[in-house]
């Protein structure tokens, strides 16, 4: 499974951004759909935190606290792409953003087992 992560950049405090992740196979094979998937973000100097996750049937959301009102996953299976619609961002939402894919616990921890590349998002104040 592969994940490509884009859509990050500079924004002001209060805006909005929509970041997206493309997760395809390596092989003919769907992949989109069979996994849990989420938004992880590594802020400089501190670790790796959860942001979002949501279920493969994008019925289910879960959310970190911190995020919980402002953001947004959501998926669009015929595009087999998975979005975090970040609205009202903070200066602390400064960070890079990675999604990934199949947890091998529970959604809210890693590890997961693919990841993508990253996106960083930069909120200025």
């Known amino acids: 499974v592969q994940l490509q992560a884009s859509g990050g950049g500079l924004v002001q405090a209060g805006g909005s951004l929509r970041l997206s992740c493309v997760i395809t196979a390596r092989s003919s094979g769907r992949s989109f759909g069979t996994h849990p998937m989420g938004w992880f973000r590594q802020a400089p100097g501190k670790e790796r935190e959860f942001v979002a996750a949501?279920?493969?049937?994008?019925?289910?959301?879960f959310y970190a606290d911190s995020v919980k009102g402002r953001f947004t996953i959501s998926g669009d299976g015929a595009k087999n792409t998975l979005y975090l619609q970040m609205d009202s961002v903070k200066a602390e939402d400064t960070a890079v953003y990675y999604c990934?894919?199949?947890?091998?616990?529970?959604?809210?921890?890693?590890?997961?087992?693919?990841w993508g590349q990253g996106t960083e998002v930069t909120v200025s104040s």
């Open positions: 949501i279920t493969p049937t994008l019925r289910d959301t």
């Open positions: 990934a894919a199949s947890p091998t616990s529970n959604v809210f921890h890693e590890p997961y087992e693919f």
